[in-house]
T-cell receptor, first 111, second 114 residues
């Protein structure tokens, strides 16, 4: 992977509403797309990932969609809760080695 | 814990001094990585290793060197620290690169260069 753009940089949503974060990438050969969550002062942690042979993946309230033609992928969080407040990073990779990360989205859930 | 520890957790150093950060893993994973995290830039790869004595540069490698003499240890050295290297440094490990379960990150080292 070479370059990944992430939007928005900040996002505030009412508790219970949905949040969507989008990333675009430039390398059409990229085939692995994970999402990481980083709480304040903590390490980034993998929350969900998707590979290029799959268009969508869900894990409870979290889902990731991938559009390889348009070269973008998105994180969807439904029924947001206060503990979802964090910085979220998308990433991409080609092959088996290193990840290239987006610049992050600070998500704030308003009670 | 996560099987990966970084030391020190915090360090303040003077411009021009050499600094070494250590990453230690107990998972016997093949791949190890050093990233730096800065506001507005996300996580940027400095160097990575795909085995003992096998390392390669990332996108922001200037001013940094690494060594991996044992599977469990990956050292990052700032040869002559500058203020632009003030950052939070994260080490990560991976069993089989991106074909595995993704990265596991250490807790980070906050480095301040004054």
């Amino acid at each position: 992977g070479e370059n990944v753009e992430q939007h928005p940089s900040t996002l505030s949503v009412q508790e219970g509403d949905s949040a969507v974060i989008k990333c675009t990438y430039s390398d059409s050969a990229s085939n692995y797309f994970p999402w990481y969550k980083q709480e304040l002062g903590k390490r980034p942690q993998l929350i969900i990932d998707i590979r290029s042979n799959v268009g969508e993946k869900k894990d409870q309230r979290i889902a990731v969609t991938l559009n390889k033609t348009a070269k973008h992928f998105s994180l969807h969080i439904t029924e947001t809760q206060p503990e979802d407040s964090a910085v979220y990073f998308c990433a991409e990779a080609f092959g088996n080695e290193k990840l290239t990360f987006g610049t992050g989205t600070r998500l704030t859930i308003i009670p | 814990d996560a099987g990966i520890t970084q030391s020190p957790r915090h360090k303040v150093t003077e411009t021009g001094t050499p600094v070494t950060l250590r990453c230690h893993q107990t998972e016997n994973h093949r791949y190890m990585y050093w990233y730096r995290q800065d506001p507005g830039h996300g996580l940027r790869l400095i160097h990575y290793s795909y085995g003992v004595k096998d390392t390669d540069k990332g996108e922001v490698s200037d001013g940094y060197s690494v060594s991996r003499s044992k599977t469990e240890d990956f050292l990052l050295t700032l040869e002559s620290a500058t203020s632009s290297q003030t950052s939070v440094y994260f080490c990560a490990i991976s069993e089989s690169g991106t074909e595995g379960a993704g990265y596991t990150f250490g807790s980070g080292t906050r480095l301040t260069v004054v």
